[in-house]
């Protein structure tokens, strides 16, 4: 900001015999070239050190955008209630199921069998005495007959029966002839002795004798497997946080709108050749209708304003950024 005499100060220089001359010079040079003074009061582009046979246009420039992360609300944080059930274990418990008892049980007799030598004959004297052998014959069946049947050898009847004849046959006793010893002379004496004679006998015999005792008969359980509460339900309460997304948000980071110097393609180097090409891709997007003729007519002029409008690119003419969009390299 300028103050009240800073102003004062700059007026009178400005208006002073060598800047009036000044002023005078542009506005007649201005003349001589056709151009007006506010061209010529421009503000000119930047020099480009080093970076020469380019040339510079002041084009209406776009709002320029770029394209940020940010984390968009997904759901709000909201108070869940959560239902915990109860908890349980299970646990085993020992339950009786009969109680003991005491039972009398008659634990009978324990027998065995033993073989025992048994005298049967004791020792005896015996007399000497001499015996003779007699033989005899014993009737065992009498004398008797019987009748037999046989058939005639010399009968001529056809019919067999008629030659059947009975025969009464004798069937003479049986006997049968035994030996005896016949006592003929005893002794005088005793002259020998007769051994003892013994046999074996099969006994059984008690080893134990039938008792009475007394059974403890234990206690009967059994384990039983059963739910236990360990912990009752309840409600709980808890916090679920907002959930977010990350997104792509297009930001604005200039105001377009103002004019700015900006790099184009030279007026010599747009040839018929290079307006044929962007004529064909301003066909091809489907802004252009005229025909390919390689003219910068109004057409071409109207349809590369909406070209670069409807794709945010700096207005007015070939610029850098309207050749990269539509695919020409000229600049480079």
Partial sequence: ????????????????PHYFIFWLSIFSVGSLLGQTPQMLLMPMPPPIPDDYDKCYGRAEMPNRYEMAEVEQLVTEAYVKTLEIPAIYKMVEEVVLIKEASVEWITIPAVYEIINEQVLVKEESKV???QYEEVTEEILLEEEKGKWVQELDPNCTSPNSEDCIIMHWEKIPAKYKTETQKILKKLGGRYDRVLPPEYKMVTK???????????RIIPAIYDTLIKQVLVEPAKTEQILVPAAYKTVLEKRLIEIGGHHDWIEILCPQKVSANVVRQVQQTLWGEGVFDGAIDG?????TKQALQRFQLENNLPKGNLNKETMAAL????LD
């Fill in 1 to 16: 900001m300028f103050s009240v005499l800073s102003k004062r100060v700059l007026i009178m220089k400005i208006f002073t």
């Fill in 295 to 299: 003219i910068m007519g109004p057409k």
């Fill in 204 to 214: 059984r015999v008690m080893v134990t004798p039938p008792r009475i005792e007394e």
């Fill in 327 to 330: 695919g020409l390299n000229y």
């Fill in 127 to 129: 007399l000497s005495e």
